[in-house]
């Protein structure tokens, strides 16, 4: 992927992301949610370990790396994928994935918390902007109704956990490559997840031989296209074109996992989640700095013009 191209990588991921909700959804109705989580991240991160081999770019973490891979891990693989795995089979993937839209400004939130980033008046406001569209969103419910329901709470606890392991990320950096990282912390996190499940579910494993063929097929598209290949993508796009121009895009996987969840699983829409939609929207791309990144750049240019 170069840079003249990304742009196009990025809309393609935005696309696989927004469906992915369903197939997520798909899968957590078919199979015990934890235990299919666990062999889903476990396949996704052995494929991003297998890619570095080929690539010659694979070996093994320092005891220092697999501190940071573990703690990291329970925040980026455990939490987030517990808790989306949870969310999803007591709310809608609509309201799923409105919510998970929050992710680039709680990412904000946790830099300014952990990293001390600067609060700009442009992000507090689309900080305030975001959390009230999610508040239509969680109201909403899955019936329209104003009611929370406790799974669009699983949801926000499986965007924040996320959230705070970006910044994780930055603030124990290692030597390690982003892409190596990831596929580590997907093995690790895999086990985590499966022990997990063997105390909650006593005959997880047993209903992952009990599907049919097109839900394989969802389970594999999903850890191959959206985990693995995914994350590699939008990883390098952050290296290519910088967090805050990425973050823009994940406005994009708002609107099609709406309308994937729309069209392919006939989820009602409301007019509290089409609310939230925007307000979201409009908080991501001022609340994630990318309004801030994109005057700067600007100030930049013209400076060096004169």
Request: with cysteine.
């Amino acid at each position: 992927m170069k840079a003249s191209n990304v742009y196009i990588w990025l809309v393609s991921l935005m696309v696989v992301w927004g469906v992915n909700v369903v197939a997520l959804k798909v899968l957590v109705l078919s199979f015990d949610p934890v235990a299919m989580t666990s062999v889903r991240i476990l396949f996704a991160g052995l494929s991003v370990l297998v890619f570095l081999y080929f690539m010659k770019q694979l070996r093994m973490p320092t005891r220092r790396e697999f501190g940071v891979i573990t703690g990291v891990g329970l925040f980026n693989v455990v939490g987030h994928h517990y808790f989306l795995s949870i969310g999803l089979t007591v709310t809608t993937a609509v309201n799923a994935g409105l919510i998970l839209g929050l992710i680039p400004i709680l990412t904000a939130v946790a830099a300014m918390i952990f990293l001390r980033a600067r609060l700009t008046i442009l992000k507090f406001i689309g900080i305030i902007i975001g959390f009230a569209g999610v508040s239509f969103v969680m109201m909403a419910g899955s019936t329209g109704g104003f009611s929370i329901a406790i799974g669009d709470l699983y949801i926000f606890l499986a965007a924040l956990t996320q959230a705070i392991s970006f910044v994780l990320i930055k603030k124990f950096s290692t030597d390690m490559s982003v892409l190596l990282l990831t596929g580590w912390m997907m093995v690790v996190g895999s086990f985590f997840l499966g022990a997990i499940s063997l105390f909650s579910e006593p005959a997880g494993y047993i209903s992952l031989l009990e599907g049919e063929g097109y839900q394989y097929v969802i389970f594999f598209a999903s850890a191959i296209l959206a985990t693995c290949f995914g994350h590699m993508i939008y990883n390098n796009a952050i290296r290519l074109i910088g967090p805050s121009e990425s973050a823009v895009f994940t406005n994009l996987n708002l609107l099609f996992s709406l309308l994937s969840a729309a069209i392919l699983l006939k989820e009602q829409l409301y007019i509290e989640q089409l609310l939230g939609f925007f307000l979201i929207v409009i908080g991501v791309i001022s609340g994630s700095g990318a309004i801030d990144h994109w005057l700067r750049t600007r100030r930049m240019r013209r400076s060096e013009v004169q």
